[in-house]
């Protein structure tokens, strides 16, 4: 098991945002994860999991410590179960599954990175989500070395949340997701449609995806926007307000600090227009966060993951 020195990081990350890492692993087995948990012991310093890098704001100064970025790329397919690698990119995992005639994934399409990240954040599109098709997700421990199988039921999904936002010491390896057989061809014509949505709808420049979670509507909010003559009948049924429509009230589209810009095309992505740093990103942010909370109330949370120098 090989550690790098000095390694770029916005490269690795959609955003192509980010200093140098002092050091970077990219363990491919279990063997490579122990001689990592090794090293680290002889080495002491913090440690960052990344996995496809794609929902990731990494600092410009860079990050003082490891980066370990797992590369378990494996799939076999049994029945309806799929067992597949933690780096496996949703998208391939998508084609695959519909190849060996299994649907169930149609929400993920369009949605970037790889399983064990998606896993983690429970990623999902179209009121779907990770959380309604995996069974089970195998661990390692960074500190103890354990190899360990997890159940559905105690992973703690919420929206875009599980239990491993709370487990920093612990590397998702592989995952098993139930899927169902059915017609793949009209599996096919919704993902198309899917897609289509999507390229219409979302920025093509360098982003990590959404910047903050959309905002459940609770009955205070919902009085809340009432109150302010905000017209949210349409999103009672799922009982969020999209983030993107409150920004878009304030009429922020466009807005840029530095290189970063709120996408013209969908208020919620800050987009990296070339030169953009981690400061211009989060300043932008910062920006929005307080202009939603003195306009509604409303208080945002990040979905992106800000990962400063440590």
Not at 19 to 36: M, N, Q, R, S
Not at 53 to 60: A, D, E, K
Request: charged share 20%.
């Amino acid at each position: 098991m090989t550690i790098r020195e000095k390694v770029a990081l916005a490269p690795l990350t959609s955003y192509h945002i980010g200093g140098e890492a002092d050091y970077f692993a990219e363990p491919e087995t279990i063997e490579d994860l122990t001689a990592v948990t090794t090293w680290l012991r002889q080495h002491p310093q913090p440690y960052y999991l990344l996995g496809d890098g794609t929902n990731v704001l990494f600092s410009s100064q860079g990050y003082r410590g490891l980066i370990i970025k797992p590369n378990f790329k494996n799939i076999i397919f049994s029945d309806q179960i799929v067992t597949v690698g933690c780096n496996y990119k949703l998208a391939d995992l998508l084609d695959e599954s519909l190849r060996h005639n299994l649907i169930g994934l149609e929400f993920t399409a369009g949605i970037p990175g790889s399983v064990g990240g998606a896993i983690y954040g429970n990623a999902g599109m179209y009121g779907q989500a990770m959380s309604d098709v995996v069974t089970q997700v195998v661990t390692f421990d960074l500190q103890s070395q354990k190899i360990e199988t997890r159940y559905r039921e105690a992973l703690e999904f919420s929206y875009r949340h599980s239990q491993f936002k709370a487990m920093q010491n612990t590397v998702i390896v592989e995952v098993s997701l139930k899927l169902k057989h059915g017609d793949v061809e009209v599996s096919k014509k919704i993902i198309a449609e899917w897609l289509e949505r999507r390229h219409t709808n979302h920025p093509t420049e360098p982003s990590a995806g959404c910047a903050f979670k959309n905002v459940p509507l609770t009955t205070e909010i919902e009085a809340q926007c009432q109150k302010l003559g905000l017209d949210i009948e349409r999103f009672k049924q799922h009982r969020k307000i999209p983030t993107a429509f409150l920004i878009d009230q304030l009429d922020l589209k466009g807005k840029t600090v530095g290189g970063a810009v709120v996408s013209p095309k969908h208020a919620n992505y800050i987009i990296n227009k070339g030169t953009a740093t981690s400061e211009d990103v989060i300043t932008l942010m910062s920006l929005i966060k307080q202009q939603v909370r003195d306009a509604y109330g409303i208080q945002l949370e990040e979905e992106v993951q800000l990962v400063t120098s440590s």
